[in-house]
């Protein structure tokens, strides 16, 4: 009981930290689309996007295993690991940004280069919120995500709408970065001395499974999104990141929800009698639940008040409004079957699945493309989204539990 305790409250406490990070983004986007207009905006979403999408894969690869309870030993010398490997990952995607953005002349040489060390310093924060949850000390990212969303307010508040997508860029990662180096007294001891690389060479076919399970989930809803850019220019991305933006507090509700779920998961699945698919059932329920009012109360708030939030190019997006709303149900409705498939150890119904919603998104939005246009691209996504999400289901019924 004591154990079921402490695990509820760490990913309360993640969870917490989780809704931080996620108001401090929401804030920055406001700006970038408030300062950019919708073209550029649409540039800004390419490399946040892609940021989002490289991350995930080095948290599945490195971080989801240990998260999981796979082996449970922690130490100083463990931790630098996770923070070299976090820290490589950051610079090699900051360079590639810098380059890009001024490839495109959409910033100067110095942001450019300014860029490389805050990314960098923005992927480290999230090898220090994962140690902090593990050790658990969580004081330190919360300090630093706070920070971060008191940056981003005040840049909102007072930044004017001269900025370039190379500016916003830097404004987004050096907040992240000023907010790490702030909270640095509050983190967990690291020890910089013999580095063992265990975290990328122990439990191989774990850690590909789960990257590939990344991948085939919310990894292809990023590449979704970069399709849209591909294919019908920065102006689509961006109007579908701006949509996103004003759904944004229900998935983070979702987000936040699914790092107390993976506790509780694996309490329930060790204890005799219990009912998880029942659990699941209801979880499913409460997030669609929220995510339909939310979706709802969006559709019914008058124009001119999303106008006033998001900037006059919102007229250019809401016509994404609702088919991004009913994607948003499909990928919520995953969320409790995935995990419970994952506790069950029921590696080959999670990847039939997974390969199959994978398909389902990615070519409904190319089916959207070839009969009209962005809106009719984005239903494709839905209705694939809302296809895999009934295909999880089925395979949650028809597998077993295995533990």
């Known amino acids: 009981m004591q154990l079921r305790k402490s695990l509820l409250s760490r990913g309360s406490t993640l969870a917490f930290d989780q809704m931080l990070s996620s108001m401090s983004n929401l804030l920055m986007g406001l700006l970038a689309i408030r300062s950019l207009g919708l073209d550029d905006f649409g540039a800004f979403s390419t490399v946040y996007v892609a940021y989002i999408l490289v991350l995930g894969l080095i948290r599945a690869a490195v971080v989801d295993p240990y998260m999981a309870g796979i082996y449970a030993h922690d130490e100083p010398h463990d931790r630098l690991q996770l923070v070299l490997i976090f820290g490589l990952g950051g610079f090699v995607f900051g360079l590639v940004a810098a380059g890009s953005i001024l490839a495109l002349d959409m910033s100067s040489v110095t942001v450019a280069l300014l860029l490389v060390p805050t990314i960098t310093g923005v992927f480290v924060l999230d090898a220090v919120r994962y140690i902090g949850f593990k050790v658990p000390a969580m004081a330190g990212p919360c300090v630093a995500d706070g920070i971060w969303v008191a940056i981003a307010l005040v840049a909102l508040l007072t930044v004017g709408d001269e900025l370039t997508v190379g500016e ?113 059932q209801l979880v499913a329920l409460a997030l669609l639940a929220i995510s339909v009012l939310w979706s709802a109360f969006i559709l019914l708030l008058p124009e001119s008040w999303l106008v006033d939030l998001m900037g006059p190019d919102w007229l250019r997006a809401k016509n994404l409004v609702l088919p991004v709303a009913v994607l948003n149900f499909g990928l919520v409705a995953i969320v409790p079957a995935q995990l419970l498939l994952r506790f069950r150890r ?45 295909v999880f289901w089925i395979a949650v019924y028809r597998t077993p539990s295995e533990r």
Not at 205 to 230: C, I, P
Not at 268 to 273: A, E, L
Not at 365 to 390: K, P
């Open 346 to 390: 029921a590696s080959r119904s999670l990847l039939q699945a997974r390969v199959f919603g994978s398909i389902a998104l990615i070519g409904g939005l190319l089916v959207g493309d070839y009969i009209a246009a962005v809106r009719a691209a984005v239903w494709g996504m839905a209705l694939g989204a809302l296809l895999g999400a009934a």
């Open 168 to 280: 916003v860029l830097l404004l987004w990662a050096g907040a992240g970065t000023v907010g790490l180096l702030v909270a640095i007294p509050f983190v967990p001891r690291i020890e910089f001395g013999h580095v063992r690389f265990d975290a990328l060479t122990t439990h191989r076919k774990l850690r590909t499974a789960y990257a590939l399970d990344y991948s085939l989930s919310s990894g292809v809803g990023q590449l979704g999104a970069l399709l849209l850019g591909v294919l019908f220019g920065f102006a689509a991305l961006g109007s579908f990141r701006a949509v996103s933006l004003v759904m944004r507090p229900a998935t983070t509700v979702v987000t936040a929800v699914q790092s107390v779920l993976l506790n509780e998961f694996d309490m329930r699945t060790q204890r005799p009698g219990a009912n998880v698919l029942r659990f699941a």
